[in-house]
T-cell receptor, first 114, second 113 residues
Framework: DSGVTQTPKHLITATGQRVTLRCSPR?????VYWYQQSLDQGLQFLIQ???????AKGNILERFSAQQFPDLHSELNLSSLELGDSALYFC?????????????FGPGTRLTVT | GDSVTQMEGPVTLSEEAFLTINCTYT??????LFWYVQYPGEGLQLLLK?????DKGSNKGFEATYRKETTSFHLEKGSVQVSDSAVYFC????????????FGQGTELSVKP
């Protein structure tokens, strides 16, 4: 158990819908990262937050957004969903950002868009 | 941009066989390098890391040496077990891209008894 929790574990929704994925980092970790894992794209970095502020952005679509709240949990919002958004979404946390600290991964949320 | 290339899988070995999973990288500067492992149905776990050239990371019998001259970080284990069956990801820490991890495509390892 990494100490990172993600909810829900599975999500099935229809095209055009909007969903919110939630992540709680390990106790004491200030940085949260979101990754998307799909068969065709592999594991892709989406976005990083550090202590409530956006720190780095990767291959995140404009239809996706994220935020980190004062209690350090984070949410990833996916809107106008398309079939191609079906993937496993991981959250990871580390003690800080900007240095190669170990990132601890949650178990992931499997999103299926039908 | 920075990138990581791993050998394609799946790799199938018999128990106690020697394992090598190749990983090469392209990066500006000197990134830190990692191997992560993903067991079925779970998230990724850090297996080992190396932060500078010639460093050797090791954990649970796995080893990898950071080779700057060949831009490689190959994963090795002398004697694999069935419990090592998983997907292995090589990654680099991109200092010049906000400090994100860039992953290779993953290599699936299956160990047969």
């Amino acid at each position: 158990d990494s100490g990172v929790t993600q909810t829900p574990k599975h999500l099935i929704t229809a095209t055009g819908q909007r969903v919110t994925l939630r992540c709680s980092p390990r106790s004491g970790d200030l940085s949260v990262y979101w990754y998307q894992q799909s068969l065709d794209q592999g594991l892709q970095f989406l976005i990083q937050y550090y202590n409530g502020e956006e720190r780095a952005k990767g291959n995140i679509l404009e239809r996706f957004s994220a935020q980190q709240f004062p209690d350090l949990h984070s949410e990833l919002n996916l809107s106008s969903l398309e079939l191609g958004d079906s993937a496993l979404y991981f959250c990871a946390s580390s003690v800080a950002g900007g240095q190669p600290y170990e990132q601890y991964f949650g178990p992931g949320t499997r999103l299926t868009v039908t | 941009g920075d990138s990581v290339t791993q050998m394609e899988g799946p790799v199938t070995l018999s128990e106690e066989a020697f394992l090598t999973i190749n990983c090469t990288y392209t990066a500006t500067g000197y990134p830190s390098l990692f191997w992560y492992v993903q067991y079925p149905g779970e998230g990724l776990q850090l297996l080992l890391k190396a932060t500078k050239a010639d460093d050797k990371g090791s954990n649970k019998g796995f080893e990898a040496t950071y080779r700057k001259e060949t831009t490689s970080f190959h994963l090795e284990k002398g004697s694999v077990q069935v419990s090592d069956s998983a997907v292995y990801f090589c990654a680099l820490f991109a200092y010049n891209q906000g400090g994100k991890l860039i992953f290779g495509q993953g290599t699936e390892l299956s160990v047969k008894p």
